[in-house]
């Protein structure tokens, strides 16, 4: 991690499931470190979800400086390597003036990829890229198994957006994407001090504020949010379209679901994605990264503060 190096410049990484209270503890180590919060969340990026995504309010951001928060268009999806590279411009900003560079969020391949770095996987044929997409993400899945064994065993068979990658990347360089990920290159991890932080506070106290969350979600900023966001006729495989909330909410004004039925859904949903990356964080970051695991409030907040510190 490069912590004890003091000739490297910091760098703080706060992440774990949504609804942790990740946001919170990145603002209170700004305000008492003079840092700047740096988004690592994936719907974050998107101006159209500041209520959706729960992004911070104009009021947190006003305590302390904010980066990378609402600068993408719904429009342009922001890939892993198009954030990493914004990240690292941040990052090297907050360095120049003086300040402490604090990531934030959730998205554990963003993270992952500033970090480690990319792998150099060529431009995928736009045929090949077609014929995959157009797959069920059954026949894909299946397709993996026969082209890239591992990688199908290790995938979830509905995760789409994971196995068509890795099945573009198979068939269009005949190499595995596991292969082309022994490569990367392009990682910041061995060039600044990281300070980093996991959060895996209990689950049901997770899971109460995943519930809340939703909620306030589900208030008439959000759903005006949401119908903003459907009158722009979006592909509805658009990043921006599949973040949390934003189906389900969708489903409501389009008379598929009660409010009820899409407020369950959504609550569902945010609690199963929260258990993803409850599990991811547990499991993949560096053996040496700390797991804070108390819930983050009273005196737990003071001392999750101080280990960062």
């Not at 209270?21 to 988004?39: F, H, M, P, Q, R």
């Not at 980066?67 to 198009?82: E, Q, W």
């Not at 596991?178 to 980093?196: C, F, N, S, T, Y």
Request: charged share 25%.
């Amino acid at each position: 991690m490069n912590k004890a190096d003091p000739s490297k410049p910091p760098l703080a990484l706060i992440a774990g499931p949504t609804a942790s209270g990740k946001s919170s503890l990145a603002l209170a180590l700004a305000e008492a470190a003079g840092g700047v919060v740096i988004n690592a969340d994936s719907a974050q990026v998107y101006r159209d979800l500041r209520i959706v995504s729960a992004r911070p309010t104009a009021a947190e951001e006003a305590r302390a400086p904010h980066r990378l928060y609402g600068t993408r268009d719904g429009a342009d999806a922001c890939s892993a390597a198009d954030w990493a590279a914004d990240a690292k411009a941040a990052i090297g900003e907050a360095h120049a003036a003086g300040r402490l560079p604090i990531l934030a969020g959730g998205t554990g391949l963003y993270l992952r990829t500033l970090i480690e770095g990319i792998a150099p996987v060529p431009e995928i044929d736009p045929a090949v890229r077609r014929q995959v997409r157009a797959l069920s993400v059954g026949d894909a899945h299946a397709a993996l198994a026969v082209e890239d064994r591992e990688a199908a065993a290790r995938l979830r068979p509905g995760d789409t957006t994971r196995i068509s990658r890795a099945l573009e990347v198979v068939r269009a360089t005949g190499r595995t994407l596991k292969d082309w990920q022994a490569e990367k290159h392009g990682g910041i991890g061995g060039a600044v001090a990281l300070r980093p932080l996991i959060l895996l506070p209990p689950r049901d106290w997770l899971h109460a504020r995943c519930d809340a969350r939703f909620e306030a979600i589900f208030g008439e900023e959000g759903i005006e949010e949401v119908r903003r966001l459907l009158a722009r006729h979006l592909p509805p495989l658009a990043p921006v379209m599949r973040a949390i909330g934003v189906p389900e909410i969708a489903a409501c004004l389009h008379g598929t679901l009660t409010r009820e039925q899409a407020l369950a859904a959504g609550k569902i949903a945010t609690r199963q994605y929260a258990k993803r990356q409850y599990t991811w964080f547990r499991r993949q970051p560096p053996a040496d990264w700390p797991r804070f695991e108390e819930a983050l409030e009273g005196e737990a907040f003071e001392r999750a503060l101080g280990l960062l510190r």
